[in-house]
Each structure stands twice: as structure tokens, then as C-alpha cells.
């Protein structure tokens, strides 16, 4: 009993630990998702009155701030996780289709709300060096998590970090 318990201890710390790599970046990815519905979430109840914005400001550059700082963590997790199994690969993907509509919509978002924001001088210039350094990150980190795919899913894996990157193209196009 004793010796048979041990190993089996062993095998299941093994696949804990495999497994954990992969769900470690989900999970960095639905933290980069939530990151992302909160700057949303700030962009939109931004005023367009300028006089009633001034207070604003700070929430939006702390929000894009913690948003670069989940992003880079993320680049992190991904550059110390241990290649990926088939199944973590599918998994991250999925988490990845999600964050794609996420960073889509606020994007979108972003776009609109350029007019509000081109109503205060700095606030533009300074979503638009957010954004160039958000795209940076997260190409970054899709190299990251590329690298970790098994070879034969790695242009697919590269086929969905594609519209993200295009998505962030399209905005600092509107911006600059
Ligand atoms: C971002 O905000 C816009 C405007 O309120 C909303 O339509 C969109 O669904 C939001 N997107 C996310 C991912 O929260
Ligand atoms: C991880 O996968 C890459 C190919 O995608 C390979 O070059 C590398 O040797 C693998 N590393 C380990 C530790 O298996």
C-alpha cells in the first residue's frame, strides 16, 4: 500500500503541475478579460462635458495601467510554463476566442470615445501611447504562449491572435 501510494502521489503531483501551466495562462487570460471590461467600463462613463472629465482622467490611466501590468504578468506565466498538452493548447484558445470579442468591443469603444477625450489635450495623446504599448504586450505575450503550443497548433494558434492584433492596429490608426 505504502509504496504503491507514493508513486501514484508523484504521477498525480506531475499532471497537477502540467496542467497548472496551462490553466496559469487561462487564468492569466480571464485576468487580462477582466482588466479589460474595467477600463471598458471607465472609458464609457468618461463625460463629454470637459469640465465635469478632469476627474476621470486618473481612473482611465490607472485602469490602462493595471490592463499593461496584467498583460506583461500574463508574458511572464507563459514564458515560465512548461510546454503545453493538446488539451491545455484547446483550452487556452477558447479562453483566447473569448478575450478576442472582449478586446474587440473595447476597442470599438475606445474609438468612439476619441472625441470625448480629444476635448482634453493629454488624454488622447496619451490612450494613444496606451494602446501602442498594450499591442506591444500582448504581441509579447502571444509569442509567449505560441512558443508553448504544440508545433503542429502553432500557426493556428497564430491564426487567433491575428484579429487581436489587427483590432489594435485599427485603433491606433483612429488615433494617431
Ligand atoms: C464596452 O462598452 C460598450 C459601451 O458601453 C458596450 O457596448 C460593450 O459591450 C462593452 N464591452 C465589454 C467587453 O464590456
Ligand atoms: C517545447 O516545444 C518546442 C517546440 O514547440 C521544442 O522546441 C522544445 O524542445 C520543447 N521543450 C520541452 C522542454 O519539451
Known amino acids: 500500500m505504502r509504496f504503491s501510494t507514493l508513486p501514484a502521489a508523484l504521477l498525480a503531483c506531475a499532471a497537477t503541475r502540467v ?3 496551462g490553466a496559469a495562462i487561462v487564468s492569466a487570460i480571464d485576468t487580462i478579460s477582466s482588466a479589460t471590461t474595467t477600463l471598458n467600463n471607465t472609458i ?3 463625460p463629454s462635458n ?4 478632469l476627474g476621470d482622467v486618473l481612473p482611465l ?5 493595471a490592463l499593461l ?3 506583461n504578468a500574463a508574458t511572464k506565466t507563459a514564458q515560465s510554463s512548461a510546454n503545453l498538452t493538446t ?3 484547446f483550452n487556452v484558445a477558447i479562453a483566447t476566442l ?7 468591443s473595447v476597442l470599438d469603444n475606445i474609438v468612439s470615445a476619441k472625441s470625448k477625450f480629444d476635448k482634453l489635450l493629454i488624454v488622447s495623446p496619451v490612450v494613444l501611447l496606451n494602446l501602442k504599448l498594450e499591442k506591444q504586450a500582448t504581441d509579447k505575450f502571444a509569442a509567449a504562449v505560441v512558443s508553448k503550443v504544440p508545433a503542429a497548433l502553432q500557426s493556428t494558434a497564430e491564426s487567433l ?3 487581436i492584433d489587427n483590432a489594435f492596429t485599427a485603433a491606433i490608426d483612429d488615433y494617431e
Do not use: M, R
Open 61 to 65: 490611466l490607472t485602469d490602462s495601467t
Open 69 to 71: 501590468n496584467d498583460i
Open 87 to 89: 488539451a491545455e493548447a
Open 19 to 21: 496542467l497548472a501551466d
Open 98 to 104: 473569448s478575450l478576442q470579442s472582449t478586446v474587440e
Open 44 to 46: 464609457t462613463a468618461f
Open 161 to 163: 491572435i491575428t484579429p
Open 50 to 53: 470637459p469640465l465635469l472629465a
